[in-house]
C-alpha cells in the first residue's frame, strides 16, 4: 500500500466509520476504511441497541437483511439515590411497526454487515491494519502511517 492515494480515508470501521464510508463512496469518492482488527466487529463482545432512524434513511429497509436480534417496544428508565430505586416503564406498540423505533443487535455481526455494505458502494476495506501516526504537511493531515506503510490522502 505504500504508494496508494485515496481522495478519503476513514479510520474505524464501527458504525460510524462505516456509515462515512458508505457516503463517500455512494458520491463517487475514493475511499479507503481501515481497521485495526481481522475484520469489522470482530473486537466487538457485546450487543447494544440501535436507533433506526439514522439508519433507515441510509439504507431504507435495512432491517429485513441487517443481522438485528429483535424490536424494542418498551423502555423503562430507572433513578437511583442510594439504596432506593424508582423506575418508569413506557411502551409503545408502534415501535413495532415498520420503521421500527430501534433494535437489538449483535455489534460483531452488525458491524461486519455494515462495512460490507460500505465495500458494495464501493469503498475499499482494509482489515488488519492499525493506524500508528497521521500523515501531517504544510498544517494538514494528508494521510496515515501504518507500519513502514504510508498511505496519502486528500481528507
Known sequence: MADDRFTAIVVGA???????ALVLARQGVDVLLVERAETPGSKNM?????????LHRLLPGFWEEAPVERVVTREVLTLLEGERALSLSFQDPAWGRQPCHSFTLLRADFD?????????EGAVLAAGIRVDDLL????????????DDEIRSEV
Open 14 to 20: 464501527g458504525p460510524a466509520g462505516a456509515s462515512t
Open 46 to 54: 457485546f450487543g447494544g441497541r440501535m436507533y433506526s432512524w439514522a
Open 112 to 120: 461486519a454487515w455494515l462495512a460490507a455494505k460500505a465495500e458494495e
Open 136 to 147: 501531517w504537511e504544510e498544517g494538514k493531515v494528508a494521510g496515515i502511517r501504518a507500519g
